[in-house]
């Protein structure tokens, strides 16, 4: 893909908080499994706010200092938007004054890869002098199952966002997808819930993450010294973990941020990387960034960071 610089991050969890005690009083489960098995204590809920509300609060630091006239495309990565239309990005940007002339805005549907194929997006159709804001939000939990416990451990509520630019350098990104209903089904839309493979879905991220890192990193001609964070989706600590262990001295740019979050589909990526911008820990360098889920899908982007 032609180069992505991300230039301003922002981020959003609601208020209210599930914790594995919480979850302990609703189907037969416990705190420590849940956290020997996934790293979660806890995750986020919204209930009054909508997906649009979670990703506005999420964009709103991203604008400050921003020339808004240069944005030329808001691109919303969700599987659980709040109408079948108009578009959650239609709104969301109506709410943020992003009313340009020729502005694109859209949602994108690809489950837990969402975020990573809209910076692909973005990155193929940004010209010199446009910016993007790209955005993850799930409202997850109006999904879930609170009898299924399977499911309702994993996953939580939240918003990042990104304004990104072209970069000088383009770096090859690596993209797929793989029929398969069964692994993840979700259908909010008719109030149906959601219900998961889980253990068909850890062995196929265990075995396409690592798959996924060596194309990038040799299509980018490049080693893992040459990246300063790697963040994977955040579906369990687990996968995290055991993909980091196979690379030793860089075993720390494997960011986990799942604790207090759980999973949030689209939104784990760019709640990571704003988490690590929180905790001033982004000047300038370049994170890969992976997605996997639904679909089954996945995506891979080295992208650089510049923050203002
Ligand atoms: O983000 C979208 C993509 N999704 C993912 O990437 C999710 C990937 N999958 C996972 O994270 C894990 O598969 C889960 C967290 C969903 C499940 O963990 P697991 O280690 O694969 O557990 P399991 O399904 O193999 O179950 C192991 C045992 C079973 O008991 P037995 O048969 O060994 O006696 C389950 O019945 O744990 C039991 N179990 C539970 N026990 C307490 C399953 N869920 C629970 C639970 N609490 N919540």
């Given amino acids: 893909m032609a180069g992505l610089k991300i230039i301003k991050s922002g981020s959003y969890l609601p208020e209210n908080v599930i914790t594995n005690f919480d979850l302990e009083k609703m189907v037969d489960t416990n705190d420590e499994w849940i956290r020997q098995r996934t790293g979660i204590i806890s995750r986020h809920q919204a209930i009054e706010e909508t997906a649009i509300d979670m990703a506005v609060k999420a964009s709103i630091p991203c ?22 239309t108009p578009s959650c990005a239609s709104i969301i940007a109506g709410e943020l004054g992003i009313e340009n002339d020729g502005v694109m805005v859209f949602d994108l549907s690809a489950a837990c890869s969402g975020f990573v194929y809209g910076l ?8 010199d002098d446009e910016l993007a804001l790209v955005i993850g939000v799930e409202k997850l939990t109006k999904a879930v199952d609170f009898t299924d416990r399977s499911t309702c451990i994993l996953f939580g509520d939240g918003a990042g966002a990104v304004v990104v630019a072209r970069s000088e350098a383009n770096y ?29 879905i850890f062995k196929f991220a265990v075995r396409i993450v690592p798959q996924t890192i060596e194309k990038l990193l040799e299509g980018n001609s490049m080693t893992m010294a040459d990246i300063d964070y790697v963040i994977l989706h955040q579906a369990n600590d687990r996968i995290i973990e055991s993909v980091a262990k196979k690379y030793g001295d860089h075993h720390d740019k494997f ?54």
């Fill in 63 to 84: 604008l400050d200092g921003i020339d808004k006239s240069k944005i030329k495309y808001v691109i919303v990565a969700t599987m659980t938007p709040d109408y079948f």
């Fill in 120 to 127: 692909n997006v973005a990155s193929k159709m940004l010209e």
């Fill in 172 to 200: 090859q990104s690596h993209l797929g997808y793989k029929g398969n209903i069964d692994s993840l089904n979700l259908a909010t839309c008719d109030g149906a819930k959601l219900k998961m493979a889980g253990q068909d």
């Fill in 255 to 308: 960011v986990s941020s799942i604790a207090h979050v759980g999973n949030t589909s689209g939104a784990s990526i760019p709640l990571a990387f704003d988490k690590l911008q929180r905790e001033n820990k982004l000047t300038t360098g370049k994170v890969m960034m992976i997605g996997f889920g639904g679909g089954l899908t996945w995506g891979g982007c080295i992208v650089e960071y510049a923050l203002r």
